[in-house]
């Protein structure tokens, strides 16, 4: 049985290198099934289940990074360690219901209005 495999390479800069970082591999139960170090060029393969879920976690001398994956056999995955910012994108989703034009769903509520051009 051939093993699949997922290639990390990790790019920082010059306040954090790249290489030699510790990097853990979970699965969606929360198990650790990879534990190891880069090598001197930041890249490191790992072993993995083809299109599994897993949390790839990174710990560099500043920060810990938690990166959610779709792992893909053979893929090569850049992940930036240089920039410590957290990366937090809120939006906002506004669903309607194709039956009922004047209803919308916003955060999990269901909010009526009236239309103003039908009164």
Known sequence: MKKDYIYIKLCGNES??????KVKLKDKCNKIVFEGMTDNFGKIKIPICDNEVYRLI?????VIIIVPLIAKSNKTYCINV?????????????LKDKNYPNMKIEGGKIILWQDIQSQ
Do not use: A, D
């Open 82 to 94: 240089g920039n410590n910012k957290r990366k937090e994108h809120l939006i906002t989703v506004l």
């Open 58 to 62: 990174i710990y560099s001398n500043l």
């Open 16 to 21: 954090i290198k790249s290489n030699n970082i």
